[in-house]
């Protein structure tokens, strides 16, 4: 059975820092882009990524406008892991974030459909 458990979320003040963890189990996550997308209170999930990162031979990333600058995607192949720094937080950031098997296009990222992690709560409030 697939798995992605992601961990890091919790309330944090404007311009503070949060880093999340997504831990893979059960499917070959070296094979795979992974993305962090995010559903803001009383809003759909967004279909497309906040953060992506293509497989670690392809060298890939992508970042969403809003947060270019500002967050950082990694992932770490021998632990199975892909992480999201995310510094000078806002307001707007405030979502649950999740973790998935993505597609990293030209100019977007979006899920690849097969796997999703629970999500995480980012809340950012003084």
């Known amino acids: 059975q697939s798995h992605l458990v992601e961990s890091g979320g919790g309330l944090v003040q404007p311009g503070g820092s949060l880093r999340l963890s997504c831990t893979a189990s059960?499917?070959?996550?070296?094979?795979?882009?992974m993305g962090w997308f995010r559903q803001a209170p009383g809003k759909e999930r967004e279909g497309e990524g906040v953060?992506?990162?293509?497989?670690?031979?392809?060298?890939?990333?992508y970042y969403e406008d809003s947060v270019k600058g500002r967050f950082t995607i990694s992932r770490d192949d021998a632990k199975n892991t892909v992480y999201l720094q995310m510094n000078s937080l806002k307001p707007d950031d405030t979502a649950v974030y999740y973790c998935a098997a993505a597609l990293v296009l030209h100019n977007r990222c979006v899920p690849d459909g097969k796997y999703w992690g629970q999500g995480t709560q980012v809340t950012v409030s003084s």
């Open positions: 059960g499917f070959q996550f070296v094979a795979y882009d």
């Open positions: 953060s992506c990162i293509g497989t670690t031979s392809s060298g890939r990333t």
